[in-house]
């Protein structure tokens, strides 16, 4: 009997301290610190399931246990976009609430989290790399760490876990009162609606359509925005505010009032590789700036700094490696083959543009100058989005040195060039020939064209077969110095194209 009694008292011990240590864990942070891979599993009643089926995005109240540790009254949801998405009974997205029915509950230092099933990047570590990539440039963003989840007894996988925005990550940031972060509805700009998510909604925030472009900029912390812009640009991260008007929030700063913007939905990172430094950019901020040429040499110092601090070296990627090596061991085999090699082609992409961007210029006095008649343009690269087409350099006895592209299969194959140029209005020309081209069964603007990027105008020589004839395009830099590309394109399934490479010129019209 003895034997029996010290036998259950120390089941029990065993089970009690294993609960405590799980409890220290579990309200313990930051999340860096913790396992590299959180367990979590979710307890739904039926009803519970036919709501979400029915209404995925209305919580509905779930018990969960967070390694080990039992959450009662925990409020769920399905969350996700148009890519992302997926029903309850496959592998969906969820965001958890842990305070809306018992206030003051946290799992290590956060009252929200987020569980994103990575539908949309392979690798399940783009998010993991955004946010790093913000913290080395001394932008907060929220933490991001891993999770395997259950949804009772079935196990739907490896997910990302992301803290939410929430009081408890402002105040962790920005311990002062008085803060408040607001988001955009439905992929809103600052002219469009916002709601308040921390903080206090009254905090100085400008509101409405009918909110002056000099109001804004008066607010504007726009040092921290210029830091901002230049993380989202080197990042590429095509899905933020600078490059897509999306995926971010807007802080009021509670000492100054002043507007900051912090980076959101970073799973798209590094795509495409061979972004400029200085694209034209959707966010009307970020477009606002662009007209003030002070404002546009800061980002280019901006730009270069943030490049050395983060990007330069091997740092980003070692760091990425160290969070890979803690999640892959507490996996299944099929999952941690499936990470690492998404985890691959991220690190691939990532050196694709470092390179890429060791070769952008940073500096105004690299800007190209100008004088009285055009100049030739230089540094033509083959680049093919889709097409399996190429193109050779060879000599021509009529014209001279040629760029010959041929296409072969749907998509686009171009040789293209970079710029620098300051303000001013220009004229790019060239001559071209070409077979008879077969359309593509897709898009728009098939043929061979002279296209200058941004949205600018582009000069089409179509589809049918020609003889060497001139294009031209003309088009403005209102904001330089820019990195402009020149593409010499062809939009075909088959055919052939040349461009006269000497002919290939650039003038400054004003």
């Given at each position: 009997?003895?034997?029996?009694?010290?036998?259950?008292?120390?089941?029990?011990?065993?089970?009690?301290?294993?609960?405590?240590?799980?409890?220290?864990?579990?309200?313990?942070?930051?999340?860096?610190?913790?396992?590299?891979?959180?367990?979590?599993?979710?307890?739904?009643?039926?009803?519970?399931?036919?709501?979400?089926?029915?209404?995925?995005?209305?919580?509905?109240?779930?018990?969960?246990?967070?390694?080990?540790?039992?959450?009662?009254?925990?409020?769920?949801?399905?969350?996700?976009?148009?890519?992302?998405?997926?029903?309850?009974?496959?592998?969906?997205?969820?965001?958890?609430?842990?305070?809306?029915?018992?206030?003051?509950?946290?799992?290590?230092?956060?009252?929200?989290?987020?569980?994103?099933?990575?539908?949309?990047?392979?690798?399940?570590?783009?998010?993991?790399?955004?946010?790093?990539?913000?913290?080395?440039?001394?932008?907060?963003?929220?933490?991001?760490?891993?999770?395997?989840?259950?949804?009772?007894?079935?196990?739907?996988?490896?997910?990302?876990?992301?803290?939410?925005?929430?009081?408890?990550?402002?105040?962790?940031?920005?311990?002062?009162?008085?803060?408040?972060?607001?988001?955009?509805?439905?992929?809103?700009?600052?002219?469009?609606?916002?709601?308040?998510?921390?903080?206090?909604?009254?905090?100085?925030?400008?509101?409405?359509?009918?909110?002056?472009?000099?109001?804004?900029?008066?607010?504007?912390?726009?040092?921290?925005?210029?830091?901002?812009?230049?993380?989202?640009?080197?990042?590429?991260?095509?899905?933020?505010?600078?490059?897509?008007?999306n995926n971010y929030r807007i802080l009021v700063e509670p000492r100054t009032g002043r507007l900051a913007w912090l980076p959101h939905g970073m799973d798209q990172v590094l795509q495409p590789v061979e972004l400029t430094w200085n694209p034209v950019p959707a966010g009307a901020v970020a477009r606002w700036l662009r007209e003030d040429p002070d404002r546009v040499s800061q980002y280019a110092a901006v730009a270069r700094q943030v490049y050395a601090e983060v990007f330069a070296g091997s740092a980003l990627e070692d760091s990425l490696e160290v969070a890979v090596k803690r999640v892959l061991p507490v996996i299944t085999p099929t999952e941690a083959r499936s990470v690492r090699a998404g985890v691959e082609e991220l690190k691939g992409r990532l050196r694709a543009r470092q390179e890429f961007l060791r070769g952008q210029t940073f500096v105004a006095d690299r800007a190209l100058v100008l004088g009285a008649g055009p100049v030739p343009v230089t540094g033509w690269q083959v680049v093919r989005m889709g097409s399996e087409g190429g193109g050779t350099q060879m000599e021509c006895s009529e014209i001279g040195p040629v760029l010959e592209l041929h296409a072969a299969g749907p998509g686009v194959v171009a040789w293209r060039a970079e710029v620098v140029l300051g303000v001013g209005r220009y004229r790019w020309s060239g001559r071209v020939r070409n077979t008879d081209l077969e359309p593509l069964a897709f898009g728009q603007n098939h043929g061979v064209a002279l296209r200058v990027s941004g949205d600018r105008p582009r000069a089409s020589g179509g589809l049918q077969a020609s003889p060497w004839r001139p294009l031209a395009v003309e088009f403005s830099v209102t904001a330089g110095p820019e990195t402009v590309q020149l593409n010499c394109e062809l939009r075909a399934a088959n055919g052939t194209a040349q461009f006269a490479l000497g002919s290939l010129q650039l003038e400054k019209l004003e």
């Open positions: 009997m003895r034997d029996q009694l010290q036998g259950w008292f120390g089941r029990v011990t065993k089970a009690v301290t294993a609960a405590a240590w799980g409890t220290f864990a579990a309200l313990a942070g930051p999340w860096t610190e913790g396992p590299g891979v959180t367990e979590i599993r979710l307890h739904l009643e039926e009803a519970a399931r036919e709501s979400l089926r029915r209404n995925p995005r209305q919580d509905v109240v779930a018990t969960v246990e967070l390694n080990g540790v039992r959450w009662e009254q925990v409020h769920v949801h399905l969350k996700g976009s148009t890519g992302s998405f997926r029903p309850l009974d496959e592998r969906p997205s969820w965001t958890l609430d842990l305070d809306d029915r018992v206030p003051q509950r946290r799992f290590r230092g956060t009252s929200k989290f987020h569980l994103n099933n990575a539908a949309e990047d392979p690798s399940f570590f783009g998010e993991w790399l955004g946010h790093a990539a913000f913290a080395r440039a001394g932008i907060p963003s929220p933490e991001v760490s891993h999770a395997v989840v259950w949804l009772g007894d079935r196990r739907i996988g490896v997910y990302v876990m992301k803290e939410g925005f929430t009081d408890e990550f402002l105040q962790r940031h920005w311990p002062e009162p008085g803060w408040a972060l607001f988001e955009p509805v439905r992929g809103s700009d600052v002219d469009g609606t916002m709601v308040c998510r921390a903080g206090s909604a009254d905090a100085g925030f400008p509101k409405g359509s009918a909110t002056s472009k000099r109001a804004w900029l008066d607010q504007l912390d726009s040092a921290a925005f210029l830091r901002f812009q230049s993380v989202e640009v080197l990042l590429a991260h095509r899905d933020g505010y600078t490059l897509a008007r």
